[in-house]
């Protein structure tokens, strides 16, 4: 499946995405904002329209970050990352334990206490780029409630297999998941 595409409009815009191979059975449209500024500044906005109200908004480092700074550069308001490895400038951070399908082993992801004070009593608006699992919302809630800040909203551009069902986000569009049947063709 690695020379096929699954093409969709996201915001407006055509886009053609290359199906990728996650294990013997599904491949997924591999998403990847990076590098991609008018779909970036199109989907902060339609994002934008939908979110309710928020002070802060956060994202898992790396791919959802284009994406929380140009909605934030467009809300004008403040936007954190939780990191993905504690940072020598870092005091006191804390740690949520997170796996994502994408990724192949468990990760941490971090917030400073610094971004803690700032997030504590504040409306948060989640942000990624893709919600398949749900793992990396789970872990960013759960930095927000330790921070003492409280989740307004989860959103992202795309809602993949399970996701796309789920009632507590929004997001753009939906991204099919691909599943091998027993002759070997995508379904």
């Known amino acids: 499946m690695q020379d096929k595409t699954y093409k969709m409009k996201i915001a407006g815009l055509e886009r053609e995405l290359p199906i ?3 294990n013997d059975n599904l491949s997924i ?3 990847v904002i990076f590098g991609d500024v008018e779909l970036t500044v199109a989907a902060s906005a339609e994002l934008l329209k939908k979110a ?5 908004l956060i994202t898992a480092e790396a791919k959802g970050i284009p994406l929380v700074y140009e909605m934030a550069r467009q809300s004008g308001k403040p936007y954190f990352i939780a990191r993905k490895y504690p940072k020598l400038y870092m005091s006191n951070p804390i740690s949520v334990d997170v796996r994502s399908i994408t990724t192949d082993k468990e990760q941490v992801l971090y917030l400073d206490e610094t971004e803690m004070d700032i997030i504590n009593g504040k409306r948060v608006l989640i942000v990624d ?6 793992e990396s919302l789970r872990a960013l809630v759960a930095l927000v409630e330790r921070s003492g800040g409280r989740v307004s909203g989860r959103c992202a551009i795309l809602a993949e297999g399970d996701a796309i069902g789920r009632k507590d986000i ?3 569009e939906p991204l099919p998941l691909f599943f091998d049947n027993d002759d070997g063709a995508g379904a």
Request: proline fraction near 5%; include cysteine; glycine fraction near 4%.
């Open 129 to 134: 780029d893709v919600i398949s699992t749900g």
């Open 20 to 22: 990728c191979r996650i």
């Open 52 to 56: 309710p109200e928020f002070d802060v």
């Open 29 to 31: 449209a591999a998403f």
């Open 170 to 172: 929004f997001y753009l």
